[in-house]
């Protein structure tokens, strides 16, 4: 069938429960305005499917939230449903095409026409049970699929619904209180009566309308003569309601767009256009009078029912506005509280940074007792030589000979280097004794760098090349030999 976006109210709202926050991650459902989309659609599909199977584990069952869930997917199936079928005067006329279906399922399903047959139902039931069961193979499983099977089930059971509702009998009137009207043809006939039900036609402005009546039940008996009496009666009670629908039709434009006023109007023609040709038909004898008055009462309903929808824009745009208004405040509220939290996050921001530059000045001074320590437990061995030097930690905890700092170079191997070189001599005092180290000037600024001490004979430049101030090498070597005379002396 042919979607008429004209004619669904857009401002129609469809509010969806609470959900805590294990569901919101699966789908945040939020208010459906108008139609809702296929997306949405899924989405509460997805909801429900999640909340099934939290219900599973103990303690999370929550009947009421499916309950809720239910009829919100009931309210919008049924948005959907009107969207795309309410406009179709005569539900003879509707047909439900099913979605396309996999290969892997073996249903298969075809259009149906009007009111579907049990077997229909019952083919339609069954693919979608079948396709429900692929959920447990998500390769197989489309949820688009799955939503447009759910709609075609509810569109078709709607139509079994409005035939079954169409073809109840009317509920007896007690005979004590019916008023006859017709003449009585034989004793077994029963006299038909006139039901008068004032309705509210209010688009913004809350008066009663014109008051449109259910028409007159058709019984066995009725004489031709009779027949065209209630056909006059009808002829008058249409040009009542044709006024009315004059007027919706004002009132219409006043509170809709154009392309919505013009969609209703043009349904309403249809309609009053039925009639019309119904009340020509009555005065033709060959018509059957219970054939008209039953066409008559479909067409009367559907009436009331336009009238009916004429005034839901106005009503759902007030309510529209006013959840607006309450999540408007809601929202100014939920700023307020992130700017206090934001505040309070940089005032802990701020002390865990005061923390944690305290915590790292601890840690240094731990680290530095740490290297004495180790300073003095060398210092304090008697047989000490002139290789304890390479024995001294810095404040990572490396030796000459682990760090990449010093490419790993030793003093020990500095002294073989440089053995009979005057120039690299490096007096230091070992266990009270004097030593002489060797060590040449390219690497005696790595050497106070990997000790942290003397910088400010060092040139400034990249850790892999650190070089002695151009003049201050002989002062270079005597911090560093009294740093180590300190160290092992």
């Known amino acids: 069938m042919t979607d008429h976006p004209g004619w669904y109210p857009p401002g129609q709202v469809c509010y969806p429960p609470e959900l805590p926050a294990y569901l919101r991650n699966v789908y945040n459902l939020k208010p459906i305005i108008g139609v809702p989309s296929d997306d949405e659609t899924i989405g509460i599909h997805a909801v429900m499917q999640a909340a099934r199977k939290a219900s599973e584990i ?10 809720k869930l239910t009829d919100h997917l009931f309210s919008a199936q049924m948005a959907r449903y009107r969207s795309k079928y309410s406009l179709i005067t005569f539900p003879s006329d509707a047909t439900y095409t099913p979605p396309a279906l996999p290969i892997h399922i073996s249903v298969n399903l075809e259009p149906i026409s009007s009111a579907p047959t ?59 209180t019916a008023r006859p009207e017709y003449p009585v043809q034989t004793s077994g006939t029963y006299a038909a009566t006139e039901e008068v039900t004032a309705i509210t036609n209010n688009v913004g402005r ?34 009542q309601l044709l006024e009315r629908s004059n007027e919706i039709a004002e009132q219409r434009n006043q509170t809709t767009d154009q392309s919505g ?35 008559f009462n479909q067409l009367f309903e559907r009436f009331n029912q336009l009238a009916e929808q004429s005034q839901q824009p106005a009503q759902r745009a007030n309510e ?26 940089n005032q802990l921001s701020e002390q865990a940074n005061k923390s944690g530059e305290r915590v790292g000045d601890v840690l240094g001074k731990m680290n530095r007792v740490l290297v004495g320590i180790q300073h003095a437990t060398i210092r304090n061995r008697q047989e000490n030589t002139s290789k304890a030097a390479d024995c001294l930690v810095n404040e990572e905890g490396d030796t000459l000979g682990q760090s990449r700092a010093t490419q790993y170079t030793t003093f020990d191997w500095l002294s073989d280097q440089a053995t009979g070189r005057v120039d690299c001599d490096l007096p230091v005092t070992i266990g009270g004794l004097q030593h002489t180290l060797k060590i040449d000037d390219i690497w005696l600024g790595k050497f106070l760098r990997f000790f942290g001490i003397g910088d400010q004979y060092l040139e400034s430049g990249t850790s892999t090349k650190i070089t002695i101030k151009h003049g201050h090498e002989k002062n270079a070597r005597v911090v560093l030999g009294s740093y180590l005379s300190s160290c092992l002396g």
């Open 58 to 67: 103990p303690g999370m069952h929550d009947s009421g939230l499916i309950m």
């Open 206 to 239: 809350g008066a009663d309308a014109a008051t449109p009546c259910q028409v007159p039940q058709s019984t066995p008996g009725i004489t031709v003569h009779e027949f065209m009496e209630r056909s006059n009666q009808l002829a008058e009670r249409f040009n």
């Open 320 to 345: 529209l506005a006013a959840r607006s208004n309450e999540l408007a405040d809601r929202a100014n509220q939920l700023t307020e509280q992130l700017n206090q939290y934001s505040e309070r996050s």
């Open 261 to 295: 006023s013009h969609a209703f109007t043009e349904q309403l023609g249809h309609v009053l256009g039925r009639l019309t040709r119904l009340l020509e038909q009555s005065h033709q004898p060959t018509v059957q009078p219970d054939q008209l008055a039953e066409r």
């Open 118 to 176: 049990d077997n229909e139902i019952i083919k339609v039931q069954e693919a979608f049970h079948t396709y429900q069961e692929l959920r447990r193979f998500p390769s197989m499983f489309d949820a688009q699929v799955n939503m447009e099977l759910s709609q075609h089930l509810f569109d078709i059971q709607m139509a079994r619904y409005m035939r079954v509702a169409g073809e109840r009998p009317p509920s007896p009137v007690p005979r004590e």
